[in-house]
């Protein structure tokens, strides 16, 4: 039986993007093992990083000395201090953040780092007013959309949007509207944006971030920065852009991207007082992170290998997939409306069809009905109240995938478009 | 800077008796490493133990095959289906509950899996009216108390005492103060209880159990047990008590006090509905669960251990730890006013004062002055909002450690509660 649930309990088992992702990527294989999986956020297998994985879990588990750090110790709330300042060293040493341990917090994993601190930030506050998280520039990760304890716990500015030329668009901050709106006001507790953003692959330019964090600061309010994807780990930025901090920043890192997502893993880059009352709220809701994940992250840091492998393995080969599945992805498309996001980063496609006949979440199961997992983009506008078209009518699919399933499934997307727009 | 926090912030940030016990796990060392650390729940180190699980973790990461199922997949919401499947059958063997897959969810530790269950059953409801998760029986493990994302989140009823020959004494439910007062009316989400309590090492009679949950069922209200301490893993029971289950309790299960707290990683058994709203909430919270646990169980299925260890090494070595750290406690407080709650499982000690001149928590402090740390009981009544003198007369030992540990703490207690008793 299931009792009575909370407003809260309510909430979190409704409807939900990310739930229903999660348990596609389970399910849809059960239901057709031949199904092409361009939908999750599962980075790709790629050899030549699985081998030096491989090496660092065996260094790891060769000393039973180690077996102890590793199994049967509680962390301190923050998180192992050797490891916390060894971090702080390398970002220090990289880019010449002052930091030092009091400055990060280990997590168990970007989303739950990410589910605490907005809470922290937004939701009622102790005078009765309600604050909230503000998207800055959606498209944003779907996985925001459920995390507030509270209703109505985003808020967003919709993008401008430029065309450009072969088919491609690119969505821009509007700062006039986001200095317009209530954005930078009293029901605002955070901006936050994905670096590069999941679904898009856009990678918001250092001036833009910048002048974002300014008028952040202007208003007292913290930036969160979901690194995500981004620098210095799992580094998949394909243009020049550079990693940010400042005081006025929240910086999130995970290990997932780098193919690692087993361990529940991450970091929080802050202010020590942000990271206090983050640790703080971890510990009652968590009691302490696992210790596999920060271990794993010192043994990567030791050796050098956390930014080797994101500078000399990862963004190269993301970069080459990229290409060859922009490539599969416009030509199965040549006869059909649609834009492409310029692709900055990440390892998605963000594909726009602005004459679609039907919503993208129709769109979704004719396409896994043919044997193609994609997410429909109608999730990916978390805390938009406006009703925008252009929201219904974008997919999103990852080309961390072989090269064979992303032709296979350039051919069945190309098919099953053409159909529907009549070409 | 610290920006604005919600109420939710204010409220986890303020402070909490379970942020302060794990911070002073870490810094009392750090301040002083000759500290006699009879604080936390942190798990005795066992050779023997440490040796079978050394080799459970390299068998694991023999195959470089399985290092991707180790690090590279996220799991689908409830967790992986074979070690859920793997569990269900295990409990089914072993005492006959009918439970498949959908009973099971992996997650990623006890706490993290309270603190989700706790605030899907309490918290402000739907309707208006507001909902509070009943402990029929307290002391209750303190680590409960700051989960509720709302204020008031839970309520308790007081037990009956009964004095035992020998110094000793024992908490009962008070089944008649719990059907007079409200604690079965439309203010209650769901009753819960550790079993074997932490921090007294009560274990509820398996009848009284069942009048319990009897009781919470005839009021559509699920029953809670959280078996961090208890059967089937660890099994730190001690007398003949047997485990339960039915479906309207929710049991939790957790690898930590097996000597894993490293892994974060743990089971709830429910309904199929329960588990699937836990589940939900768990992905959105969450994202998924870490690989690394849940593997590591059903290696320990696989061989048998996880049933063995707890039979045959852990229960037979926590129950001679227990009889010489009783022993030197009495003898040590002989002199002094003090009862002992009679232990039948964990690994606590839990020591009454009837005539302390002084708060519990200031005792904690002159002990820490001394080199011991305890827990101060003031914490462990989460839910109880009588003012009663006996909850500032008790403190809790963990009694997991080094003999010499033990005799040591042992004396200095005997030698402050002594002065303070000027005898």
Same mark, same amino acid.
Request: glycine share 8%.
């Given at each position: 039986? =299931?009792?009575?649930?909370?407003?809260?309990?309510?909430?979190?088992?409704?409807?939900?993007?990310?739930?229903?992702? $999660?348990? %596609?990527?389970?399910?849809?294989?059960?239901?057709?093992?031949? $199904?092409?999986?361009?939908?999750?956020?599962?980075?790709?297998?790629?050899? $030549?990083?699985?081998?030096?994985?491989?090496?660092?879990?065996?260094?790891?588990?060769?000393?039973?000395?180690?077996?102890? !750090?590793?199994?049967?110790?509680?962390?301190?709330?923050?998180?192992?201090?050797?490891?916390?300042?060894?971090?702080?060293?390398?970002?220090?040493?990289?880019?010449?953040?002052?930091?030092?341990?009091?400055?990060?917090?280990?997590?168990?994993? &970007?989303?739950?780092?990410?589910?605490?601190?907005?809470?922290?930030?937004?939701? #009622? $506050?102790?005078?009765?007013?309600?604050?909230?998280?503000?998207?800055?520039?959606?498209?944003?990760?779907? @996985?925001?959309?459920?995390? @507030?304890?509270?209703?109505?716990?985003?808020?967003?500015?919709?993008?401008?949007?430029?065309?450009?030329?072969?088919?491609?668009?690119?969505?821009?901050?509007?700062?006039?509207?986001?200095?317009?709106?209530?954005?930078?006001?009293?029901?605002?507790?955070?901006?936050?944006?994905?670096?590069?953003?999941?679904?898009?692959?856009?990678?918001?330019?250092?001036?833009?971030?910048?002048?974002?964090?300014?008028?952040?600061?202007?208003?007292?309010?913290?930036?969160?920065?979901?690194?995500?994807?981004?620098? #210095?780990?799992?580094?998949?930025?394909?243009?020049?852009?550079?990693?940010?901090?400042?005081?006025?920043?929240?910086?999130?890192?995970?290990?997932?991207?780098?193919?690692?997502? @087993?361990?529940?893993?991450?970091?929080?880059?802050?202010?020590?007082?942000?990271?206090?009352?983050?640790?703080?709220?971890?510990?009652? =809701?968590?009691?302490?992170? @696992?210790?596999?994940? #920060?271990?794993?992250?010192?043994?990567?840091?030791?050796?050098?290998?956390?930014?080797?492998?994101?500078?000399?393995?990862?963004?190269?080969?993301?970069?080459?997939?990229?290409?060859?599945?922009?490539?599969?992805?416009?030509?199965?498309?040549?006869?059909? #409306?649609?834009?492409? !996001?310029?692709?900055?980063?990440?390892?998605?496609?963000?594909?726009?069809?602005?004459? =679609?006949?039907?919503?993208?979440?129709?769109?979704?199961?004719?396409?896994?009905?043919? &044997?193609?997992?994609?997410?429909? &983009? %109608?999730?990916?506008?978390?805390?938009?109240?406006?009703?925008?078209? !252009?929201?219904?009518?974008?997919?999103?699919?990852?080309?961390?995938?072989?090269?064979?399933?992303?032709?296979?499934?350039?051919?069945?997307?190309?098919?099953?478009?053409?159909?529907?727009?009549?070409?």
């Amino acid at each position: 039986m =299931l009792p009575d649930l909370s407003r809260f309990g309510k909430k979190f088992t409704a409807a939900s993007g990310i739930v229903d992702l $999660m348990e %596609d990527l389970g399910s849809a294989l059960l239901s057709n093992p031949d $199904m092409l999986m361009l939908g999750g956020g599962t980075p790709a297998r790629i050899g $030549m990083v699985e081998a030096i994985y491989s090496r660092h879990l065996r260094a790891l588990v060769a000393d039973d000395q180690s077996h102890y !750090h590793l199994l049967g110790r509680y962390q301190s709330p923050a998180g192992d201090e050797a490891v916390r300042d060894q971090l702080a060293g390398l970002l220090n040493a990289e880019y010449g953040w002052p930091l030092d341990r009091h400055n990060i917090a280990i997590t168990n994993g &970007g989303q739950s780092a990410f589910s605490i601190l907005a809470n922290l930030l937004a939701g #009622p $506050m102790e005078d009765g007013s309600h604050k909230r998280v503000h998207f800055p520039l959606v498209p944003e990760y779907l @996985g925001y959309a459920d995390v @507030g304890f509270s209703e109505n716990f985003f808020s967003a500015t919709k993008p401008a949007l430029s065309l450009l030329p072969e088919r491609r668009f690119k969505y821009h901050i509007d700062f006039d509207a986001l200095s317009a709106g209530e954005a930078l006001g009293p029901a605002t507790g955070a901006l936050c944006l994905s670096r590069p953003t999941n679904p898009s692959g856009n990678i918001l330019p250092l001036a833009e971030l910048q002048q974002l964090d300014t008028l952040a600061a202007r208003h007292a309010i913290p930036l969160i920065i979901d690194a995500a994807y981004g620098l #210095p780990f799992p580094g998949l930025h394909f243009d020049d852009s550079a990693a940010y901090w400042s005081d006025n920043t929240i910086l999130l890192l995970s290990l997932s991207k780098l193919g690692l997502p @087993g361990l529940r893993s991450g970091f929080v880059v802050g202010s020590p007082e942000l990271i206090e009352a983050f640790s703080r709220a971890n510990t009652i =809701l968590n009691l302490a992170s @696992g210790n596999a994940g #920060p271990l794993f992250a010192a043994s990567l840091m030791e050796s050098g290998d956390l930014l080797k492998i994101p500078r000399e393995i990862l963004c190269p080969w993301y970069e080459r997939k990229l290409e060859s599945a922009q490539a599969a992805i416009l030509q199965a498309l040549e006869q059909v #409306p649609c834009h492409l !996001h310029v692709t900055d980063g990440a390892f998605f496609l963000w594909l726009w069809f602005p004459e =679609l006949p039907l919503s993208t979440t129709e769109l979704y199961q004719q396409l896994k009905q043919e &044997g193609v997992l994609v997410i429909p &983009g %109608d999730t990916a506008f978390p805390g938009l109240e406006e009703d925008w078209l !252009h929201s219904r009518q974008c997919i999103r699919l990852s080309y961390a995938v072989e090269d064979d399933v992303m032709a296979r499934a350039a051919e069945i997307l190309g098919r099953v478009l053409r159909r529907l727009h009549g070409v």
